[in-house]
């Protein structure tokens, strides 16, 4: 197979803080480069002797509304938006050091990290990129729900994100779907912006579990039974979707390398994509793992 791009790193470390929504931390996060075959790694720093914990699907742990890792006694809370920003940017090798167990949520989109990404630079690190070709539809779905997604070949030879969000008629949030080709440059203008949502009602269950303490409604999207958003506005009228096409990107890339093909899903959240990784990477990996 021709080569389709090689791996990248950052060119100089660069840091961000800010504030975790589930466990109320302030945290200082710093990215540093990272040589060839690397990948992604978090490093929890206020942990002497803790190794790091790889990006990968392996190390993934259950949590509720977003996507953890753990290695050993060492967790990394809500690594989905940085690991979107990172494979959106196509930045494949890099080691993140964090002093607290979550990363800061910013508002709630993966902006925080674009931008001091952007900034650190990247470079070619002249050594193929793994890439994985989906070759056959495959479906996972929810048991209790009509959640699904459907991964199929497409002819683009690139990653192609479907996304319909519909709770239904009386919800506050309308229905919507989006379809992007996920470049850098897409990802940079079309979805990296999009911010986290949640539902008025359900503020005060997440604060009764000790979440948010230093969240308000600025930093998020909150939605009134009328379908305005209290004390903010949307970027797009879509960018509910946008923004689960963007927490896809962040738990498709546990898959550790790129993916080509065309993924259709449908109410799906964290848990689902990876369980479709999971299918993907049983799935003849040998045959489809191509060296980029």
Avoid: W
Wanted: proline letters at 5%; hydrophobic letters at 40%.
């Amino acid at each position: 197979m021709k080569p389709f791009r090689s791996e990248n790193t950052i060119q100089h470390s660069v840091e961000v803080g800010g504030v975790g929504f589930f466990t109320n931390s302030d945290i200082t996060v710093r990215f540093h480069p990272a040589p060839p075959l690397h990948g992604i790694s978090f490093s929890r720093i206020d942990l002497p002797g803790s190794k790091p914990i790889p990006a990968l699907l392996e190390y993934a742990v259950f949590r509720e509304r977003r996507t953890a890792l753990q290695r050993e006694e060492a967790v990394v809370e809500l690594t989905e938006h940085v690991l979107a920003a990172l494979a959106g940017l196509q930045i494949d090798n890099c080691l993140i050091e964090i002093d607290a167990p979550e990363l800061p949520g910013g508002d709630g989109s993966a902006m925080l990290f674009v931008n001091a990404l952007l900034q650190a630079g990247k470079v070619n690190q002249q050594v193929p990129r793994k890439m994985y070709l989906v070759e056959q539809k495959t479906k996972v779905s929810s048991n209790d729900s009509n959640a699904t997604v459907v991964a199929t070949p497409n002819r683009q030879n690139n990653l192609q994100i479907s996304y319909t969000l519909d709770y239904g008629q009386n919800s506050p949030v309308p229905s919507h779907a989006v379809t992007l080709n996920i470049t850098p440059e897409t990802f940079i203008n079309e979805i990296a912006f999009a911010r986290t949502f949640v539902l008025e009602k359900e503020v005060a269950y997440l604060k009764a579990a000790g979440y948010g303490k230093q969240t308000t409604a600025r930093d998020l999207l909150v939605f009134k039974e009328d379908g305005s958003v209290i004390d903010n506005s949307l970027h797009r009228p879509d960018e509910c979707a946008r923004h689960k096409i963007l927490d896809c990107i962040g738990d498709f890339a546990l898959m550790g390398c790129d993916i080509h093909g065309t993924f259709q899903a449908i109410q799906s959240g964290h848990q689902l994509n990876r369980e479709m990784v999971n299918v993907l990477q049983k799935s003849d990996h040998q045959k489809k793992y191509q060296a980029a």
